[in-house]
């Protein structure tokens, strides 16, 4: 089966850090995407892993692990505007991408 | 670059009725797009995809009669929800890749779907 997981909700404090993680189990994997989705809005590319390790790009890094099926994402020197729905979506191949449920971040002053 | 854009952004409408969303690739040549529909609180379910000039591959569970996809160009896919009811209700979304679906997929803004 096809299976995704990430947290519910999850609640950080400005100027923290904050790290979203994500398993998943799938018939075929090519590579992991986060997305983050505000509310009533589609969702905006943050970031595609293919290999193992940590990849950064600004204030948010990915994180992926073939071998054991998870992903994170880290965000840092949060900010209010970082509160957002944040989605993982394992890309199976064959124009299959499977998005888990979305991580909702609240970000409190 | 890499911009999708759809059409309209909110619709409502009464039962019964058809309702047409577009979905452009403004900067790039979509060799496939999605769509998806999203509830409230709920992940992306992807619908269906369409290559350009073939017919859409339907997801199961998806009325292909209910609703029609049309890619005719390379950057032009349509979605028709066909005598829509409240419960077609939901967010419509759209995304576009330029790889063959191998790469990333950029979303459209999305379509509010309110069928009274």
């Given at each position: 089966g096809q299976n995704i997981d990430q947290p519910t909700e999850?609640?950080?404090t400005e100027g923290a850090i904050v790290q979203i993680n994500c398993t998943y189990q799938t018939s075929g994997f090519n590579g992991l995407?986060?997305?983050q989705q505000h509310a009533g809005e589609a969702p905006t590319f943050l970031s595609y892993n293919v290999l193992d390790g940590l990849e950064e790009k600004g204030r948010f890094s990915s994180f992926l692990s073939r071998s054991k099926g998870y992903s994170y994402l880290?965000?840092?020197e949060l900010q209010m505007k970082d509160s957002a729905s944040y989605l993982c979506a394992a890309y199976t191949g064959g124009f299959k991408t499977i998005f888990g449920a979305g991580t909702r971040l609240f970000v409190k002053a | 670059g890499a911009v999708v854009s759809q059409h309209p952004s909110r619709v409502i409408c009464k039962s019964g009725t058809s309702v047409k969303i577009e979905c452009r690739?403004?900067?790039f040549q979509a060799t496939t797009m999605f769509w998806y529909r999203q509830?409230?609180?709920q992940s992306l379910m992807l619908m269906a995809t369409s290559n350009e000039g073939s017919k859409a591959t339907y997801e199961q569970g998806v009325e292909k009669d209910k609703f029609l996809i049309n890619h005719a160009s390379l950057t032009?896919?349509?979605?028709t929800v066909t005598s829509a009811h409240p419960e077609d209700s939901s967010f419509y979304i759209c995304s576009a890749s330029d790889s063959g679906g191998t790469d990333t997929q950029y979303f459209g803004p999305g379509t509010r779907l309110t069928v009274l």
């Open positions: 999850m609640t950080a995407f986060w997305y880290l965000l840092k | 690739s403004l900067d509830f409230p609180k032009l896919s349509t979605l």
